[in-house]
């Protein structure tokens, strides 16, 4: 069966440090994978997706960025951290075009 | 610009009666609609999806409902039961990225 992990589950960072999470997807191939962003109180906001390694499309403009070195995995990253970076990350991986998508625990980002 | 929207912020029911979710999207292409469940601190799960060449799908105590014409969906939720309480969001697509709504906190009420 399918499995995707997330991590860290919480993470504490000052502002302007570094960020990287990172999402892996067990028991399937050539998963789209996905980044979205949960903000307090807000619904779910779509960072990033990729279709195949190397391959990342941006869906708002922001100082984030993904990367996808492998075929089931896929990093968010940020180079110096804002306070509106704040919420809750989720990584999410479908099987293709018009399926359900499978989510990650998530990850809680306070940025303070 | 929002083109998946849950007007409701807030849902409370008493346990045992109908539990009534509802979702307008304005995108036209939306083909595929679904139905996520979240608790705190955790990742959505899926819960029932219907295609745009049906207007009903129904798994055990949930049913969705789909009105092409008013670009409506809702999510039927009964018996309601005290584990459902949890944050609902509807989500829709035409291709592979799902558009999802802002939510809808359902409480069941013992």
């Known amino acids: 069966s399918q499995t995707i992990h997330q991590w860290p589950a919480t993470l504490v960072q000052p502002v302007g440090s570094p960020l990287s999470l990172e999402c892996t997807v067990e028991g399937t191939s050539n998963p789209n994978l996905y980044w979205y962003r949960q903000a307090a109180g807000r619904g779910l906001q779509l960072l990033f997706y990729s279709v195949g390694i190397g391959q990342i499309s941006s869906e708002v403009p922001q100082n984030l960025s993904a990367s996808r070195p492998q075929d089931r995995q896929f990093i968010l990253s940020s180079k110096k951290l804002l306070l509106s970076d704040s919420g809750f990350y989720l990584c999410?991986?479908?099987?293709?075009?018009?399926?359900?998508?499978?989510f990650g625990s998530g990850t809680q980002l306070s940025v303070l | 610009d929002q083109q998946v929207k849950q007007n409701s912020p807030s849902l409370s029911v008493q346990e045992g009666r109908i539990s009534i979710l509802n979702c307008d999207y304005t995108n036209s292409m939306f083909d595929y609609f679904l139905w996520y469940k979240k608790y705190p601190a955790e990742g959505p799960t899926f819960l029932i999806s219907i295609s745009s060449i049906k207007d009903k799908n129904e798994d055990g105590r949930f049913t969705v409902f789909l009105n092409k014409s008013a670009k409506h969906l809702s999510l039927h939720i009964v018996p309601s039961q005290p584990g459902d309480s949890a944050v609902y969001f509807c989500?829709?697509?035409?291709?592979?990225?799902?558009?999802f709504g802002a939510g809808t906190t359902v409480t069941v009420r013992a």
């Open positions: 999410a991986w479908s099987a293709g075009s018009h399926e359900k998508l499978f």
């Open positions: 989500a829709a697509t035409d291709d592979y990225k799902l558009s």
